[in-house]
């Protein structure tokens, strides 16, 4: 009996073990399973981009002349050109005009209007709420011609003026959105304790309340700057000449001995590299804004 | 947290009332007035009435026909848009790194096509879906497959769909990590306690408390696919023949391009519409979410 | 149900740890017996938790083994343990109502529909929580919901032992009474091994037969609650237990006598040649420390009177240093000129913080 016991025991004791084991054999190829995901998505993700990098290195001639991996002959003429040329990088600066424009404006006119949603309940807030967001929604392509007669009218059109007011239209918003999720996060004791010491309502705003809201400045800068520097049917829309941003200057490469590939894939990757600056200073925030669910 | 009634709040919200006003209603009632006057060229306009809308929704008319085939393409792209993207985000976020320098990079290399111009993405793809010089293409072709997006309407939707999958898919993973980052570590070591499989933690823990975020991108991807343009009209300009014609592509076509402003403004009209409907679905779902969890939380 | 035994247990969570500086929690032999209740007690930050972690397997200890009975549970994971364990933040899974929660941990381990439904209906009675079986979980108060999550760790039968990290910190104090003789009579029902995680010791002191008390990632004390307030075996003890805590002072000690500064002491033990290099105390509680007239003790000054309710604590001050003690009831004191009567038979004497034995009247060691 008492080996019946015993072995009873053993038996159990293995049956244990045993799951522990198929436990073991269960974690490892799960995180496997999640590195091999990732790295197929990274990998899918990075593939169009090698391949225009690659392209932006390469001389036209090699380019149409078959496909190769690498370049053969490393060449940097498409990137001195597009550097050396004026009506090229003068492109780069129309962009990053309108962009910066855009941002500031619309992180100034927010945040008020954001400290209002947050704070106090007023005569149609929901509505007006609600109204401002589905502006976010709206197709640019509806705006299109009507902001190019608005534009004309006023004197603004081909003006980096008039590419950075019409991006407010959904910018505008998405910084009330942002910032009012990250202000309902602070409690409103500061508010009372600053009005008590004494501080007048701007002084308090500029000077206790907006460092406590600086990480949601800088994520909603983050997506104005982003959604000002990805769009373009309004942008294009808005300008000819003077103010024409460098992703619609990319059209010049068709000519009429053909594409200039190597000149295309090269303003391509130009166009790049501010979103990938942007991106690497703010990687530690990005998680955070995302966590409010307010894009 | 009550908030205290003050209309004196109004004057904070002022400024961005009129510039937003300025920039969406000023338009919007140009919009109104093309849509229902008819114009021959010069500057000449004549009342038209409702006559545009009639013709827009009548799927018999030329412009009906026009409006109807786009839309259905339009809701088509959308559907198969959230089909593939909401999952394979879900998919992405929960192989995320835990921790270690592997999430910076992984965070950076993922939001990269997000921050690049659409233009852009539509040139990126155009030249990496070519047959002759584009990697995609290459391969794709080299396979025996037969495939040539200029030429073929599935090739061309195929193309168009890879790219939006490409472009957006880590707006969705980079929401849905937020979501998962959020969980506190009690959950998953009580459900390690409970004995929950791989599964159950899952369907118990992570995917309720990824709702929020999970409307949200579902309301993103749906919106911005639904108002498509610059991408697929560099990738394949809306063809072959009508094939990627999509309503934003329709609605430029038909204003900048033949300057029919006064069907273009009655779609601008319809089109809009349609869209805040669908937003106002959502914005009601998500609002009574955001109460039900408050209520929770009180 | 079982015996868990520390063994030369450590932990860092640094992977290459150097000095002991580096350990979260320094070496712990410990012993906790099938059935009882013990309570871990410590301020923040002392390492409670992370032997708590350690026990329920969520944390692998860097050094040392953990045996239930005698089988060595190390290498276990969590869910191979037999253990329960209730957060500090109720969990519970919202999609789910309160009967789908409690029949969860079951479920998952492939019981018997039947026997996982009787099983709920026993463990709702015993927590009160047959009323709201069918709603769903989320919607309930935080007392409600700890107490799914409690249920969750008793529904299953064969539970070696419920772990509880401070788990009635979200609870309102009015509920905080309640559930913890709910806690109480469960332990007496069922005969589960219960560990208790607080860094209130009033919540220790009622819950527990036995009360661990950690400072600094180690265990300075085991004991009964009477022995943590009798005999405190650290001037930590002392300190962090009773209130307000131990009075703590320097002194030097000759037999059986105690010198603080000129003031000479009487002590009911002799003390032997105590080693010079260390740092000598002495403690008593301010209980047993009771304020007289000028002249009929230490001289000191008395600063004022606190009504506590049950008792009047004189906050006093002897060379600058505050005491407190206990205030008879029959006297009055004019003026801030008062002394201090010492009970000799609670006066005890620390070595660089641990309690020195010394010797009876008898000659007999303690």
Redesign the interface.
């Given at each position: 009996m008492t080996d019946t016991i015993a072995i009873g025991t053993a038996d159990r004791?293995d049956a244990?073990t045993g799951?522990?084991a198929a436990?073991r054999a269960?974690a490892g190829p799960?995180v496997n399973?999640?590195?091999v995901?990732?790295t197929l998505?990274?990998v899918?993700?990075?593939?169009?981009?090698y391949?225009?990098v690659n392209?932006s290195l390469k001389t036209n001639t090699e380019?149409?002349s078959g496909?190769t991996l690498w370049p053969r002959q490393i060449t940097f003429d498409n990137y001195i050109r597009i550097f050396t040329d004026q009506s090229w990088y003068s492109g780069y600066i129309n962009s990053l005009t309108y962009v910066v424009i855009n941002t500031v404006?619309s992180i100034s006119?927010?945040l008020?209007?954001a400290?209002?949603?947050s704070?106090?309940?007023?005569?149609g807030?929901k509505h007006?709420f609600?109204w401002?967001?589905?502006?976010r929604?709206?197709?640019?392509?509806?705006?299109?011609?009507?902001?190019f007669?608005?534009y004309s009218a006023i004197g603004l059109f081909d003006t980096p003026w008039a590419v950075a007011?019409?991006h407010?239209?959904f910018n505008?918003?998405l910084a009330?959105w942002i910032l009012e999720g990250f202000m309902?996060g602070v409690p409103?004791e500061i508010d009372e304790t600053a009005a008590i010491d004494g501080y007048s309502f701007p002084r308090f705003f500029v000077k206790i309340f907006m460092p406590l809201i600086a990480s949601g400045i800088g994520v909603a800068a983050f997506f104005c700057f982003?959604f000002s520097?990805?769009?373009?049917?309004l942008a294009r829309?808005l300008t000819t000449v003077n103010a024409k941003p460098?992703?619609?200057t990319?059209t010049r490469t068709i000519s009429a001995s053909g594409m200039d590939?190597g000149m295309?894939?090269a303003a391509?990757v130009l166009?790049?590299v501010?979103?990938?600056l942007?991106?690497?200073f703010v990687?530690?925030y990005?998680?955070?804004g995302?966590?409010?669910?307010?894009? | 947290?009550t908030?205290?009634?003050?209309?004196?709040?109004?004057f904070?919200?002022l400024?961005?009332?009129a510039?937003?006003a300025?920039?969406?209603v000023?338009?919007?009632m140009?919009?109104v007035n093309y849509s229902v006057q008819d114009t021959f060229g010069n500057n000449q306009f004549f009342w038209n009435g409702i006559g545009w809308f009639q013709e827009l929704l009548d799927p018999s008319k030329e412009l009906g026909g026009r409006f109807f085939e786009a839309l259905w393409r339009t809701l088509l792209f959308s559907a198969i848009i959230l089909a593939i993207e909401i999952p394979l985000g879900i998919?992405?976020a929960?192989?995320?790194?835990r921790e270690g320098w592997t999430v910076?990079l992984?965070?950076?290399?993922?939001?990269?096509?997000?921050?690049?111009?659409?233009?852009?993405v539509g040139?990126?793809?155009q030249?990496?879906a070519r047959g002759?010089?584009?990697?995609?293409g290459?391969v794709v072709n080299h396979l025996g497959i037969d495939y040539n997006y200029t030429g073929d309407a599935l090739d061309a939707w195929a193309t168009i769909i890879v790219m939006d999958v490409?472009h957006w898919?880590?707006?969705v993973a980079?929401?849905c990590?937020?979501?998962l980052?959020?969980i506190p570590d009690a959950y998953y070591q009580a459900a390690r306690i409970d004995g929950a499989s791989?599964w159950a933690v899952f369907r118990t823990i992570q995917l309720p408390k990824m709702r929020?975020?999970l409307l949200?991108a579902v309301l993103?991807r749906f919106?911005d696919s639904?108002?498509i343009?610059?991408e697929p009209f560099v990738l394949t300009g809306g063809g072959p023949g009508n094939a990627t014609t999509f309503?934003?592509?329709d609605?430029?076509k038909l204003?900048?391009g033949q300057f029919d402003?006064g069907k273009?403004a009655a779609l601008?009209l319809v089109?809009?519409l349609i869209?805040?409907a669908i937003?106002?679905v959502f914005?009601t779902v998500m609002t009574n979410v955001d109460a039900d969890r408050e209520r929770v939380e009180a | 149900m079982a015996r868990i035994t520390l063994d030369h247990l450590a932990h860092a969570y640094r992977p290459d740890p150097q000095g002991p500086q580096d350990y979260a929690l320094k070496e712990i032999n410990h012993v906790w017996s099938q059935g009882g209740a013990y309570a871990l007690l410590g301020p923040s930050g002392c390492g409670k938790t992370t032997l708590l972690n350690i026990i329920s397997g969520l944390v692998r200890p860097t050094r040392g083994r953990i045996l239930f009975d005698d089988?060595d549970v190390t290498?276990?994971?969590t869910?191979?343990r037999n253990i329960a364990q209730v957060f500090q933040f109720p969990v519970v899974y919202d999609t789910m109502t309160v009967r789908e929660n409690l029949a969860f941990p079951l479920k998952n381990r492939g019981v018997p529909r039947e026997r996982t439904a009787s099983r709920v209906e026993e463990i709702a009675r015993l927590l009160d929580l047959g009323r709201v079986l069918d709603r769903k979980a989320s919607n309930l108060t935080a007392d409600m919901k700890q107490k799914i999550s409690l249920g969750r760790g008793l529904v299953r039968s064969d539970v070696s032992a419920i772990l509880f990290d401070e788990p009635l910190t979200v609870i309102d104090p009015h509920l905080k009474w309640q559930l913890r003789s709910t806690l109480k009579e469960i332990h007496r029902a069922l005969d589960i091994t219960m560990i208790y995680v607080t860094h209130d010791q009033t919540e220790a002191l009622t819950f527990a037969d036995k009360v661990v008390v950690m400072h600094d990632g180690a265990v300075v004390q085991t004991g009964t609650p009477e022995e943590l307030f009798e005999r405190p075996a650290h001037t930590f003890v002392g300190h962090f237990i009773g209130s307000p805590g131990m009075n703590i002072l320097p002194c030097r000690v000759d037999g059986a006598t105690a010198y603080i500064g000129d003031e000479a002491v009487a002590l009911s033990r002799a003390y032997r040649a105590l080693p010079q290099s260390q740092r000598i105390e002495l403690g008593i509680r301010p209980e047993f420390l009771r304020l007289q007239h000028k002249g009929a003790g230490l001289p000191v000054r008395l600063r004022r009177i606190d009504d506590i309710g049950r008792a009047r604590i004189a906050r006093v001050e002897m060379s600058g240093r505050p005491l407190t003690a206990s205030v008879p009831d029959d006297i009055t004191i004019e003026g801030d000129e008062a002394a201090l009567a010492f009970d000799p038979h609670h006066v005890h004497i620390y070595a660089d913080g641990h309690l020195v034995a010394g010797e009876a009247a008898g000659g007999q060691v303690r």
């Open positions: 004791k244990k799951t522990v436990n269960l799960r399973g999640k590195a995901v990732m998505y990274l899918f993700l990075m593939l169009p981009i391949w225009l392209m380019i149409t496909l404006l006119f927010a008020p209007a400290y209002a949603f704070r106090y309940r007023f005569l807030d007006l609600f401002l967001l589905t502006n929604m709206a197709p640019p392509a509806v705006f299109a011609l009507p902001f007669n608005l007011l019409a407010c239209l505008i918003p009330v309902s409103r982003m520097w990805v769009e373009l049917l829309t460098i992703a619609a990319m590939w295309l894939a391509g166009t790049i501010p979103g990938a942007v991106i690497w990687r530690n990005i998680a955070k995302f966590a409010l669910g307010r894009v | 947290m908030k205290t009634l003050n209309n004196k709040a109004w904070l919200v400024p961005v009332f510039i937003v300025f920039s969406a000023l338009p919007l140009t919009v998919l992405v929960l192989s995320m790194p910076a992984c965070l950076v290399l993922m939001a990269l096509p997000l921050l690049i111009p659409w233009n852009v040139t990126i793809w030249v990496f002759d010089i584009g990697l995609l290459w490409w898919t880590s707006l980079l929401l990590y937020a979501g980052k959020s791989r929020r975020v949200i993103l919106m639904f108002m343009y610059t309503l934003s592509i609605l430029v204003a900048l402003l273009a601008s089109y809009n869209i805040l937003c106002w914005y | 089988r290498d276990l994971p869910e191979a």
